[in-house]
């Protein structure tokens, strides 16, 4: 699996993006998302951490799974964001498409916040 995938309680953190770009398997990233929605999984955080490259095939990637999460009636937002992606995000004009969390653990309680009780 060439994306990192991990759980802290009901959300799945998504990471390795960095090193995901220079792996052929990057394409499999959107299986790997599909299965985790099909265990039921619906609250993601991509964590955007040591990416220092921005081009067409990251920014597809990231809306490519943020398309299928949603699809499936889930969320995700963007998490730790390096300066290049903190640039991609207001270059492009993507905040209106992902919310951005200076942490994972910022990113993690705003699901905490949000769940219904």
Same mark, same amino acid.
């Given at each position: 699996?060439? +994306?990192? $995938?991990?759980?802290?309680?009901?959300?799945? +953190?998504?990471?390795?993006?960095? =090193? @995901?770009?220079?792996? #052929?398997?990057?394409?499999?990233?959107?299986?790997?998302?599909?299965?985790?929605?099909?265990?039921?999984? =619906?609250?993601?955080? /991509?964590?955007?951490?040591?990416?220092?490259?921005?081009?067409?095939?990251? @920014?597809?990637?990231?809306?490519? @799974?943020? =398309?299928?999460?949603?699809?499936?009636?889930?969320?995700?937002? @963007?998490?730790? #964001?390096? #300066?290049? $992606? =903190?640039?991609?995000?207001?270059? /492009?004009?993507?905040?209106?498409?992902?919310?951005?969390?200076?942490?994972?653990?910022?990113? $993690?309680?705003?699901?905490?916040?949000?769940?219904?009780?």
């Amino acid at each position: 699996m060439a +994306i990192n $995938i991990r759980l802290d309680g009901d959300v799945t +953190i998504l990471s390795n993006f960095a =090193r @995901l770009m220079n792996d #052929p398997r990057h394409v499999d990233a959107a299986r790997d998302v599909e299965d985790r929605l099909d265990l039921g999984e =619906r609250n993601f955080v /991509m964590e955007m951490s040591n990416v220092h490259e921005t081009g067409a095939g990251l @920014l597809g990637l990231l809306v490519t @799974l943020t =398309r299928l999460i949603r699809k499936s009636r889930g969320d995700v937002v @963007l998490a730790h #964001p390096s #300066p290049a $992606i =903190r640039r991609l995000v207001d270059e /492009m004009r993507m905040d209106d498409f992902w919310d951005v969390f200076d942490t994972v653990q910022e990113a $993690i309680a705003f699901y905490r916040r949000h769940d219904p009780e």
